[in-house]
């Protein structure tokens, strides 16, 4: 933290805290002093206090602990990443050929066994559910005839106004008329890549890559052109920019923030610069920012859509993500392929029912959802912390761990001789479990690299599930 001289007084107080901490003032394990403690040696009001406390509490420096204060965290020494992942990507694009292989790498995992660390699910527990209850019974009981409606077109007008206004927190601006509700993130890409390029086109997307993504390019008969990306700043613009002049690219496929698997997030430069780059090619930018709103910083990060002045980029994320993930909703931000995109939706997909609709925009406009999403970010952000820690102190000395800024993923890369295919065979069968990193690339590189999923809360079972993993991966290692 680096506030300047006419930063809040909040801002001011949580970097004298930080000096303490990193000055050594306020070790690891030391209570810090209460609220009202804190109001008087500072001269501080209680929201000033809480706010600043907020902040560290974001950064990873403190944490809360139930009725006993707040507490300085111990600070994770991780080997990083190198700036380039280990592993061979293929530079020529190639019809994707993810199902067996998908298939093959998973025969082993059950979702009872590997639930907590190899699927990118989130926790039923993080969600406000009996809230969502209540405010969709209110709006069955106040419409009975929403059960009865479809919802086509560009989807519920309430709704896509809701999804608006929250555009201007990531630095953009948006009409409700701009926006298509969709059957999730997933839905929204392949309605993009359907009116965007035809079957063999080529699709640039970053490598690793998410399986829902490889999943919707071999269903559309499209080629995929591999990107090499870092898991800490995302796709090379470098490589992007060399395959633009070599390649006849129809589009581009990026997720700039927290990037599925590896949690990477591009800084604002860069995304400026992804979208001139492309723009200046003519080619098409697909934005996933299903990820977006997992921050763990004071300010949302910006997506590419933000740096968009001629309509370049359609923005694709999902909704309910955040809120009530088994009632699935995504959206584009069609922007100049409104028309379009609304003209393709009816004939490939049906509608999100009108209640899921209504039900979210009502939850929206009440105030409940900015102080869920503040709880939900502060909780994955100590899950996450508490996942990272694990890794550290029980996988061989060698491992390198992600440096995600926010999501709920962590990309680990182990020592070259580790098999991940043959480390998540063996911890599945000691109930434990992981996604090997050779399911996000189209060849077979990346057989050292695994994904792990911070979604759950960080319990003693979860914590076993790690050490089981990091246990086989030494004996592995020492064969």
Not at 212 to 236: F, K, M, N, V
Request: glycine letters at 6%; hydrophobic letters at 40%; charged letters at 20%.
């Amino acid at each position: 933290m680096n506030a300047p001289a006419n930063a809040p007084r909040y801002a001011q107080l949580a970097e004298e805290l930080t000096a303490c901490i990193s000055g050594g003032s306020l070790r690891p394990g030391d209570k810090l002093p209460s609220v009202r403690a804190l109001c008087s040696l500072h001269d501080a009001s209680p929201a000033t206090v809480t706010h600043a406390l907020h902040l560290l509490e974001d950064a990873g420096l403190i944490e809360a602990r139930p009725r006993a204060g707040f507490y300085v965290k111990r600070q994770i020494q991780a080997r990083p990443l190198p700036q380039q992942l280990s592993g061979e990507y293929h530079s020529q694009p190639r019809l994707v050929e993810i199902s067996n292989k998908r298939k093959r790498l998973l025969e082993f995992v059950h979702p009872s066994h590997c639930d907590w660390l190899g699927l990118a699910n989130l926790s039923p527990s993080l969600f406000p559910n009996q809230l969502i209850q209540k405010f969709m019974t209110y709006q069955a009981r106040r419409d009975p005839t929403l059960l009865a409606r479809y919802a086509f077109d560009a989807g519920d007008e309430q709704l896509r106004q809701q999804i608006a206004r929250r555009g201007v927190e990531a630095g953009c601006i948006w009409q409700a008329d701009d926006i298509i509700i969709t059957n999730g993130v997933v839905d929204a890409l392949g309605l993009s890549l359907r009116l965007l390029t035809k079957p063999d086109d080529i699709v640039a997307i970053a490598a690793p890559s998410s399986l829902p993504l490889q999943e919707q390019l071999e269903t559309l008969s499209r080629r995929a052109l591999e990107i090499p990306a870092h898991p800490c700043d995302g796709i090379s613009l470098d490589a992007l920019s060399q395959a633009l002049q070599q390649q006849k690219i129809a589009a581009c496929i990026v997720s700039a923030n927290f990037a599925s698997p590896t949690g990477s997030l591009m800084s604002d430069d860069n995304k400026r610069k992804l979208v001139a780059l492309l723009e200046h090619h003519g080619v098409p930018l697909i934005e996933d920012d299903t990820y977006g709103e997992f921050y763990n910083s004071e300010q949302r990060p910006k997506p590419c859509k933000a740096f968009d002045r001629n309509g370049n980029v359609i923005l694709c994320s999902e909704l309910s993500i955040t809120l009530a993930p088994g009632l699935g909703l995504g959206y584009i931000v069609a922007g100049r392929y409104r028309l379009g995109l609304q003209a393709l939706k009816p004939a490939t997909m049906d509608g999100v029912p009108l209640l899921i609709q209504r039900t979210y925009a009502a939850f929206m406009e009440s105030g409940h959802y900015e102080p869920h999403l503040r709880r939900l970010r502060r909780q994955l952000a100590e899950q996450l912390n508490a996942l990272r820690a694990a890794v550290c102190d029980h996988f061989p000395a060698e491992t390198r761990v992600s440096c995600a800024m926010g999501g709920y993923l962590l990309w680990v890369e182990l020592p070259q001789k580790i098999d991940a295919v043959e480390l998540n065979r063996l911890a599945v069968q000691q109930g434990s479990g992981c996604a090997p990193g050779e399911l996000f690339t189209l060849g077979d590189g990346l057989r050292n690299c695994l994904r792990l999923n911070a979604g759950h809360v960080f319990s003693p079972k979860v914590e076993e599930a790690v050490k089981t993993l990091g246990q086989l991966a030494q004996q592995l290692l020492n064969r």
